[in-house]
């Protein structure tokens, strides 16, 4: 090779090497997203409480994002059904999931064979919301005005009152066997389909009582069909302020309770750090919308705002929390 040849030669070679340098970064980075459409899928069937909320954020984080925002519906097994989608989804930020402390925590308790890894399979994006339950009774079952009372009851009729539930394993179910199993409470537990369904036994006096979500018992309180003894929130609900917190009672066992459960949304693991903070800051800004805010509140909710990292932590704590209740009341579905 003459030198002119091999002196052409070098300099290909470091003109490559500078090129492959300069190009690295580019293929790192990753492009501007959102470019495309963002959907989220939904566990749980349209015009459920957990759609309600979805639907709520979804205008205002379109125009945070800049693209559609789409809710897909993949309804059943408490939630796992869409878990698993997004699981098995391509992690580009385009597929997330809209997920709660039941499908992401209490289900990898109840369920022995899940098809992923709540934790492991999912990236914690950002919460939306902290959601209360509420102990709520029919008075003419059960003609009680205090938790205190109530409890008494329970206690002199042990295995006589049944209470509702929107399904085995679901978070009313899950808020009622935490209480009981601190309270040593023996009542029989009646699973049904949905929040109408409970709802609607408690009211005809099938079933004594449910601790539902507050939303979904504001129209039958207000109308004076059924009683509020107390919310499951460590601290008071705005839109119900007159009723207390079941840890503020001074019952023995109640001290500490907080069985609220939260809604949040989550992406598939290897989705790409930035994409995650973007989606949370997004997330973060339609939450601090005072209308959204007030809307929430006013429907018996909580914000709830947290970085990734913070949101990471309380699905771990979450999930250890539901597996300690679930084991401790005997409960699990195969």
């Known amino acids: ?82 878990s698993e989608y997004v699981a098995r989804a391509r992690p580009d930020g385009y597929t997330l999931a809209f997920g709660t402390a039941a499908t992401h925590g209490s289900n990898a308790a109840l369920y022995k064979k899940l098809p992923f890894d709540v934790e492991a399979d999912f990236i914690p994006v950002a919460p939306v919301l902290d959601v209360s339950n509420v102990l709520t009774i029919n008075a003419d079952v059960m003609n009680v005005k205090t938790l205190k009372e109530f409890v008494d009851l329970v206690k002199a009729n042990p295995g006589k009152y049944n209470y509702a539930s929107t399904g085995n394993g679901a978070g009313t179910h899950m808020a009622f066997a935490e209480f ?9 537990h009646v699973p049904y389909k949905g929040g109408p369904e409970a709802i609607t036994s408690v009211v005809r006096g099938e079933t004594c009582c449910i601790m539902n979500q507050v939303q979904t018992v504001l ?72 209308e959204l805010r007030e809307k929430f509140e006013g429907q018996g909710n909580t914000v709830r705002i947290e970085t990734p990292a913070q949101f990471k932590q309380t699905v771990h704590d979450n999930r250890v929390k539901w597996a300690e209740v679930a084991k401790a009341a005997n409960i699990s579905i195969d």
């Open 1 to 82: 090779m003459s030198d002119s040849l091999s002196s052409r030669a070098r300099r290909l070679v470091a003109l490559s090497a500078i090129a492959l340098c300069g190009a690295a970064p580019l293929a790192l980075a990753q492009p501007d997203w959102p470019q495309q459409p963002v959907t989220m899928i939904m566990g749980f069937p349209a015009g459920s409480g957990v759609d309600v909320v979805a639907r709520a954020i979804q205008e205002p984080l379109q125009h945070k994002l800049g693209q559609p925002v789409i809710i897909d519906y993949k309804s059943g097994a408490a939630g796992n059904i869409a």
């Open 180 to 188: 009981n199993s601190r309270l040593g409470l023996d009542m029989v």
């Open 219 to 290: 129209q039958q309180y207000k109308a004076g069909k059924v009683r509020l003894l107390g919310v499951t929130t460590a601290q008071p609900v705005a839109a119900i302020k007159e009723v207390p917190t079941i840890a503020s009672s001074g019952i023995p066992g109640t001290k500490g309770f907080d069985s609220s459960i939260w809604f949040g949304i989550f992406a598939p693991k290897g989705t790409d750090p930035r994409i995650v903070d973007k989606l949370n800051i997004a997330i973060k800004s339609v939450l601090e919308q005072p």
